[in-house]
């Protein structure tokens, strides 16, 4: 309000100045007043400098309202990006979900200070300035007006043809944001296979593209400000041409024509504005859709009800389940059932592709089934909140996420409240105690933008130390051991063996010898189970298997 308030002020001063100075001229400078124009010019100073004072004020209050309401939004997109699903993710995408938390939000803030700005000035202006012109020469002040409808007629053609090309421009930002992303993040597999140029040209393409467009959206733009000088100058040219008649024939005085000449500028000038706002407010709009999108986007994930009380505590079943990624022809998996209790060791195994890490997914709900039932605790995993479903799952994905932060940081990320005890235990049954405590601040020791100065097994390990510390119900190993080598591994499932006695364990793994011992084994071809029972049962039973086995028996015995 007080903003707005600002603003009145400044264009008011500004609709007072020409006449002042009109008086200066026909009063004080025509006559040969000197005393009048002295006071008259300290006069104007003080509005002048009124004017000026509270234009500095008000874009500071407009700065702090706009940057303020882009902080809840950007807090509030962010919280709702939160309660996704993967299928969610998957289907904006991760760049456009970053451009849009962006990019898109300053579009918005940037219309919001043109508004504040200019809401109440333009009109002011506007409208104040032709008044003004009208008291001064009715005559004069019609060639301003007959110039209006030109001026809108040009913002109206120039807006007709520019504000396609705004959304394709957002569009463009997404895939720019997305190879810079894949390029950045994967750039030692870029370097490391020489393709470097390729890369390069295909961010130059992205870019150049990205140019076009942009090229094309503002050559439109551009004709407006040129179109509107013009129009302007035409207007200013008329006006002294006619003025100087009116002089003559004695209707006006000269420095009321200078006063009207300003106000045609102003008024102008306030239009020009309103014009920018224009142009302004489709690209804003393209923003808030996309904006609007991501809010508006539920996830499909139902939130039921809540069950605490369960008979089978850490029992998971898998009634022919079945599920399809969004999109795909084929079913992910399909007609999968099995059980896992606890004490029990579900491995899983088969090729890549085959749908294990897919199976794993299903269980915290980053993807809903398609058909099919998936039991928790003896109930539908929709009886329990989310939240109370993850709480029982320690999950250790296939490639070890850390954030930046210290080891102990990330190993306590499983449960915040854990006690130095409990991580250094967490840690020690994960087999990363030693190489943790070797280094020089031991679990202070910082990583490094998600620990790039830790190797792969490293990582896992301090993955595994995260779920494990939390004492979870079920423990989700996907692939987990794959970076490890064989003597690290053994040891690291001999402890895990005795920490996880009473908890329910699915393990992915591709060594056959990983999963040897394992209470049951599920094989996985092409989403479909082929195979389900003991080690030495599905030796007899399964071709698939023992094909498996067969080509890791005869690795290790070439190795
Ligand atoms: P595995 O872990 O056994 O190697 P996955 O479970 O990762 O296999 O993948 C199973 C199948 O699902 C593959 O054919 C893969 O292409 C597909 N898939 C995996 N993730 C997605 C996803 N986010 N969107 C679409 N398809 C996917
Ligand atoms: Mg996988």
Redesign the pocket.
């Known amino acids: 309000m007080l903003c707005i308030a600002l603003v009145f002020v400044q264009a008011l001063s500004q609709l007072y100045l020409p006449t002042l100075m009109a008086d200066i001229v026909d009063i004080g400078v025509v006559k040969g007043n000197t005393p009048y124009i002295i006071r008259v010019g300290v006069f104007m100073m003080l509005v002048a400098a009124a004017g000026t004072g509270s234009m500095i004020l008000g874009s500071y209050l407009t700065s702090r309202i706009s940057t303020g309401f882009s902080r809840s939004l950007r807090t509030a997109v962010f919280s709702h990006i939160e309660t996704f699903s993967?299928n969610e993710f998957?289907q904006i995408g991760t760049s456009s979900l970053i451009t849009r938390t962006t990019n898109d939000i300053n579009q918005i803030q940037q219309l919001i200070v043109m508004m504040l700005l200019m809401f109440v000035r333009a009109p002011l202006m506007s409208i104040g300035g032709v008044v003004l012109a009208f008291t001064k020469d009715a005559l004069l002040a019609l060639i301003l007006v007959a110039s209006i409808p030109i001026l809108f007629a040009l913002i109206y053609f120039v807006q007709k043809h520019g504000v396609p090309y705004f959304q394709k421009l957002q569009v463009k930002l997404d895939g720019l944001n997305r190879v810079l992303r894949e390029s950045l993040t994967g750039i030692r597999v870029v370097r490391a296979f020489g393709r470097n140029h390729h890369e390069m040209e295909r961010f130059d393409e992205t870019s150049r593209d990205l140019m076009k467009t942009s090229l094309k959206a503002n050559r439109t733009m551009g004709l407006l400000f040129p179109g509107l000088s013009l129009i302007l100058n035409l207007a200013i040219v008329a006006i002294m041409w006619a003025g100087s008649f009116r002089i003559d024939a004695g209707h006006l005085q000269v420095g009321d024509l200078m006063a009207f000449i300003q106000y045609a500028m102003q008024m102008m000038f306030a239009l020009m504005m309103v014009s920018m706002m224009f142009v302004m407010i489709p690209r804003a709009q393209v923003s808030a859709n996309r904006i609007g999108e991501v809010l508006q986007l539920t996830t499909g994930i139902l939130e039921t009800g809540s069950h605490r009380e369960t008979k089978e505590k850490g029992t998971l079943e898998f009634r022919e389940v079945t599920f399809r990624?969004p999109g795909?022809e084929k079913p992910?998996l399909e007609n999968v059932s099995f059980t896992a209790g606890p004490g029990q060791v579900t491995a899983i195994i088969?090729g890549?592709?085959?749908?294990?890490?897919?199976l794993l997914n299903l269980i915290p709900r980053f993807y809903e089934i398609e058909s099919g039932r998936l039991l928790v605790d003896g109930l539908d995993h929709h009886a329990f909140l989310q939240e109370e479903l993850r709480d029982k799952l320690g999950l250790v994905p296939?490639k070890a996420i850390l954030f930046s932060g210290t080891i102990a940081d990330n190993i306590r990320f499983g449960k915040p409240d854990a006690t130095d005890e409990e991580v250094r235990y967490a840690a020690e049954i994960a087999q990363a105690a030693e190489f943790v405590e070797a280094l020089p601040d031991g679990y202070d020791s910082l990583l490094n933008q998600g620990g790039v100065n830790l190797s792969g097994g490293q990582k896992q390990r301090l993955a595994i130390a995260r779920a494990l510390v939390r004492k979870p119900e079920i423990y989700l190993f996907d692939d987990s051991f794959s970076a490890l080598d064989f003597k690290t591994d053994a040891r690291l499932r001999q402890a895990l063996r005795r920490e996880t006695e009473e908890a329910t364990v699915l393990i992915v793994a591709q060594r056959v010898n990983t999963i040897m011992d394992a209470d049951q084994i599920i094989v996985?071809e092409d989403?479909r189970m082929v195979g389900k029972g003991s080690h030495e049962e599905l030796i007899k039973s399964s071709p698939v298997y023992r094909e498996i086995v067969a080509s890791q028996l005869s690795e290790e015995a070439l190795g």
């Open positions: 993967l998957d990624y795909a992910a088969g890549t592709g085959s749908g294990k890490s897919t296939q996985l989403g």
